[in-house]
């Protein structure tokens, strides 16, 4: 089996500020969401490991994260969301609640295949903010963790399926007026 990954490595120096925390948020959001779209232009979905985004043939990231990571519930997630806040982008796995909405945002002008936005193993360290996202195709999230919030879907709208399986989610799924999409 073929294996397509991308790997991004970025120091950084040891003490910064508060502005500068912040624009190393908005930067690796930016990575991410770049990342995982090159994955989703290859017809594959985005498995994220500590270090690397790898682009898999859809439906068998899961397995491979099973073979090779912890499974999300023994995962000492307070400890991952804390060294992420200290070290944005250290680890790969970590997204930002509003990294779908840049990945959404991104695909505009791309083709995305019939199977959607697959992202595996992302680990979600507060809200995942879906709010107002209306996509004619699935959005997956399988084997995430969600820590310190819960998924918001108002006014979310797939063309799909939404899917959250294999992950453990501390919080509920918010949800009001969640549907399909209406064809363009």
Known sequence: MLLTGLIVVCLFPVTRGFAQEETDTAYFRNVSAKLILECFKQAREAVLLQDAVLCWPSGTGRAYLD????????????????NA??????????????????????????????????????IYCNTI????????????????????GNIETRNFRTGGDFSVDYSVIYGPILQ???????PP
């Not at 996202?133 to 995430?144: A, G, K, Q, T, W």
Request: include cysteine; aromatic fraction near 4%.
């Open 176 to 182: 009001g007026r969640y549907g399909r999409s209406t």
């Open 85 to 122: 806040r200290a070290a944005p982008g250290a680890d790969r796995r970590v997204l930002d609640r509003r990294v779908i909405n840049d990945v959404i945002s991104l695909a505009k002008n791309a083709v995305i295949d019939t199977r959607g936005i697959r992202i595996i193993g992302g």
């Open 67 to 82: 073979r090779k990571t912890p499974q999300p519930e023994t995962e000492d997630v307070e400890t991952i969301c804390k």
């Open 129 to 148: 903010d879906l709010t107002g996202i209306d996509i004619p195709y699935s959005l997956v999230l399988d084997r995430s963790i969600v820590w310190g």
